[in-house]
């Protein structure tokens, strides 16, 4: 698996997603929270094949300690990258309270993960950017290596690569959501040496989810994915593997995040991965097919069936 440079990391071209270790997660989750001993199986498949960024954050349930546990047991600290994300920050009286709240988000964060030090630390909510000046401080004291944001609007994405602040991004992107990508968002945040991850990568379990069980609210989406099926039965491989190619292949992307439930599934994204980017022509075909689509059709927090994480998981 080629690596990509990112400061003093070569970034696997795939990230492992540790979201679905610390709580049922995902529209199309039939199977709910691993067992550690199974997460734990599921972090070596990911090490032995090739992937060193492993992602988590506070408020996913009990991922961090999962993460950490199965670090330690493994012998694998030293061999990869920890991405995680402090809790969403909320009203400050003061830059001193501020500097309390991340000092024990920190430490937590440390603490859980048993580490000394997190490579990468970033905001959960794009609406905290305002506060990277306050988290750049335990970069100084050798606390965390780099930092950045997690994103969700291109809007508030262009004014945070434009800030200069964030060193590296988590940004919602698949073939469905081509916001980011027809903004140039994702170019240009590479081309500023920020690392750029892509998250969502199967919008959250719609992409490879049977038409049938699609909710009802989100019918708009299926004529556009039909069309996507269409040029992944004409290329000979599944709807999956198109997606997980598709933003592969994207310039100024380091990493794409993807999550599993099961070893199966990590060996499946791993012989994808594999793959590499999709042809050319293929490429191009994907972008065209595509309109660009409502929000509420993208945005997994508009839909009526909420997501696990949008639930802060107090500690």
Not at 7 to 29: D, F, K, M, R
Not at 166 to 181: G, H, K, S, V, Y
Request: some cysteine.
């Amino acid at each position: 698996m080629q690596t990509r440079p990112f400061a003093e990391y070569q970034l696997s071209p795939l990230t492992l997603g540790t979201v679905q270790l610390g709580l049922p997660y995902g529209i199309n989750n039939t199977t709910g929270q691993p067992s550690y001993e199974t997460a734990r199986d599921i972090i070596a498949c990911a090490v032995e094949g090739g992937v060193n960024v492993l992602d988590t954050a506070v408020r996913y349930g009990e991922s961090e300690e999962v993460v950490g546990r199965a670090m330690a047991e493994l012998g694998i600290a030293d061999r990869v990258a920890v991405v995680s994300k402090v809790a969403p920050m909320g009203e400050f009286s003061s830059a001193r309270a501020i500097d309390e709240f991340l000092e024990e988000q920190v430490a937590g964060m440390l603490a859980r993960l048993r580490l000394d030090v997190l490579p990468i630390c970033m905001f959960h909510l794009e609406d905290n950017a305002c506060h990277l000046d306050a988290l750049a401080k335990f970069r100084e004291r050798g606390l965390v290596r780099h930092i950045g944001m997690s994103m969700m609007w291109p809007e508030k994405t262009a004014e945070v690569i434009a800030g200069g602040k964030a060193e590296a991004m988590q940004i919602p992107t698949n073939m469905l959501d081509q916001r980011f990508i027809r903004r140039g968002l994702l170019k240009e945040a590479g081309e500023r040496g920020i690392a750029v991850f892509i998250r969502s990568v199967y919008l959250q379990g719609l992409i490879p989810m049977p038409e049938a069980e699609i909710l009802e609210e989100l019918a708009d989406i299926i004529p556009v994915r039909r069309r996507l099926e269409a040029l992944a039965r004409d290329a000979g491989i599944t709807l999956t593997e198109l997606a997980l190619r598709f933003v592969m292949g994207l310039d100024g992307v380091a990493s794409v995040l993807t999550g599993v439930e099961t070893v199966a599934q990590m060996r499946e994204n791993l012989a994808l991965a594999n793959r590499g980017p999709l042809p050319a022509d293929l490429q191009a075909a994907v972008h065209a097919a595509v309109p660009t689509l409502e929000d509420r059709l993208v945005t997994p927090r508009m839909w009526s069936k909420r997501m696990p994480d949008a639930v802060y998981v107090k500690r």
